[in-house]
Each structure stands twice: as C-alpha cells, then as structure tokens.
C-alpha cells in the first residue's frame, strides 16, 4: 500500500474554485431566505469538503469532449445533496456527530431545527437548480430523475435506513457480512457518486457506452472510497480527517478491516481503484483526470 501522504491533486484548485463559486451563487437568495437559515446553509455548504462529486460531475463532462460550464448546475446539485446528507447525518437522531469538515456540525453550530430545514432546503434547492439551469429541457429531466433516484429511498436514503439498523444484523458468517456492507455502501456512498458520473455525461450528450464506462467507473471508485474511509475511522488522524475517528469500532459497526483486516483491507481499495481505472481506458488521454482523482482518492487522508 502507498504511504499516506497528503496528495497534491494537481486539477483541483481551478476546478474547485469554480465550483465554489456556483454553490455560492445559487445559494445566495437575494435576501428572500431567513437569514439564520441562509447563514447555516452556506456555513454547511461552503464549509471546506473535497468536493469530489463535484468535480465527477465535470471531469465526467469533460472526458466525454463536452466544456465543463454547462456542467456546473449539476456539479453544484450533487454537492447540495451530499452537504444536505452530512448535515442530517451528524444529527443526533443519526450518528450524532460534533464535528464535521474540521468544524462544528451544522446543528452545534446552529440548533438541531435549523440543521434540518438547512438539509430540507439543500435538497429542494438541487433541483429546482437542475430544472433551470440545465438546458435543454429533456436533459434537465433526465439529470431530475437520475438524482432523485440516487438520493431516494432505493440508495442514498436506503442506505442510511440499512446503515441504522446494523446493530440488529447478526451475519453467520463474513461473505454474508461483507455483502451487507456492500450492500450498504452501493446505496449510501456508492451511489452519489455514480450519479455525479452519469449527470456529468447526461450533460455533454454522452453515448451510452460512454454512460455504462464511466457508471462502471463510479462503482469501483465509490466502493474504494468507502473501504478507505474504513481505514481512515481506523487510523487516521481526527485533525487531519476533520471529524471523529474511531467511533466504527466504538459503535461496533461492520467495516472492512473489521471483517478483513487492515492489510487485505488496503488491497482491496487498490484492486477497486486500479478497477475504476482500467474502466475509462476507452477513453485515453481524456481520462486522465479521471485516473488522477481515483489516485488521490487511494491516498486521502481526510
Ligand atoms: C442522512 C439520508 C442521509 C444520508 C447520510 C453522508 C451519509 C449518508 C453518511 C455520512 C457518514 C459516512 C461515513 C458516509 C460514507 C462516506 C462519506 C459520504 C463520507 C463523507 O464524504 P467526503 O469525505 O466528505 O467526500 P467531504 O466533507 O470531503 O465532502
């Protein structure tokens, strides 16, 4: 396994500057949003993330030959969807969390009323972005239905009911474990991001060959992401990960290493990053962004 080290993600500063500045711009309500409530919106939205969806989104876009601007809305779209989840995640209804992204939850920071209308209002906020702003029309649907189902009661929604209810699952044996967890993080993590994928690739116009490559792409990758993040509760470091480590074990939670150690865990997220890889060879040198934020994804420590 790679050492850990902080990876320079060469692409990121530019596109994530761009990014930011879409999620501010359609957050800002020209003063027609209470304002305890729009200060709890972009404190959880512009707080300071990775913004990996985001960039799926355009790096999708642009591996399909399409310019990243007509990507933007979608970009901003799954990134409200993903800050909504964080917030309602870390209320204490959920994991009950204190800190998130290095600072206080939304609902410490605020109060638990406002954390939850600040998730209620990203969610509506992502697709009335997506119906106005995508154009043309029927792409702006396809993006609507895509992310509805992503973030319902099938995945992302789904996988957090299933996630909650763990403690109760008794697997006999760790093939029936691990496909619990699979299970679990196809819905919970896994799907965002293949959804930041397939908008990306709705946007430019894509084949559907290209769709099912970079889909496929997203499934190894979110997949990967989440048995790192395994590794991370394990042995990373709280501030560098910006919030609490260790509470898997703490709740007995089933995770990777849990189930298959450290050692065979961190070979599994290289198998699974090296999977996603070799699913956009098809599109050579337009993919290499593509393979650069899986690397980095292999490396993170936060
Ligand atoms: C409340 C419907 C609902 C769902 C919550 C997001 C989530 C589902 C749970 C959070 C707990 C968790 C560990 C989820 C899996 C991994 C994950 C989504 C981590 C956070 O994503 P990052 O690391 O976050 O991309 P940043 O802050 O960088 O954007």
Do not use: W
């Amino acid at each position: 396994m790679t050492t850990k080290t902080t990876a320079p993600f060469e692409l990121s500063q530019q596109l994530r500057e761009q990014i930011d500045a879409a999620l501010r711009q359609y957050v800002d309500f020209e003063n027609d949003c209470p304002e305890r409530l729009r200060e709890a919106i972009v404190y959880s939205l512009l707080a300071p993330g990775k913004r990996l969806r985001p960039q799926l989104v355009l790096l999708a876009t642009q591996a399909c030959g399409g310019p990243i601007e007509p990507a933007l809305p979608a970009a901003a779209a799954v990134e409200m969807i993903h800050a909504y989840s964080l917030v309602h995640d870390d209320l204490p209804a959920m994991d009950d969390d204190d800190l998130r992204r290095g600072r206080p939850t939304c609902h410490k920071k605020f109060d638990e009323a406002t954390a939850i209308l600040v998730g209620d209002a990203l969610q509506a906020r992502a697709f009335e972005v997506l119906a106005t702003e995508i154009a043309p029309s029927k792409r702006a649907a396809r993006c609507c239905a895509e992310l509805a189902q992503a973030a319902g009661a099938t995945a992302l929604v789904g996988g957090q009911a299933d996630d909650l209810s763990s403690q109760f699952f008794r697997p006999t044996d760790d093939t029936q474990a691990i496909e619990r967890l699979e299970l679990i993080h196809r819905r919970k993590t896994g799907a965002l991001f293949r959804v930041s994928l397939r908008l990306g690739a709705i946007v430019a116009g894509a084949s559907g060959e290209q769709l099912e490559v970079l889909d496929t792409y997203g499934q190894h990758l979110g997949l990967a992401f989440q048995v790192v993040d395994d590794l991370l509760d394990v042995s990373g470091n709280e501030s560098e990960v910006g919030k609490r480590v260790g509470k898997d074990s703490e709740r007995g939670k089933t995770t990777y290493p849990a189930i298959l150690g450290i050692e065979a865990s961190h070979q599994r997220a290289e198998m699974l990053i090296d999977q996603a890889c070799q699913a956009v060879e098809v599109f050579g040198k337009a993919a290499e962004p593509l393979r650069e934020l899986a690397q980095f994804v292999r490396r993170r420590n936060n």
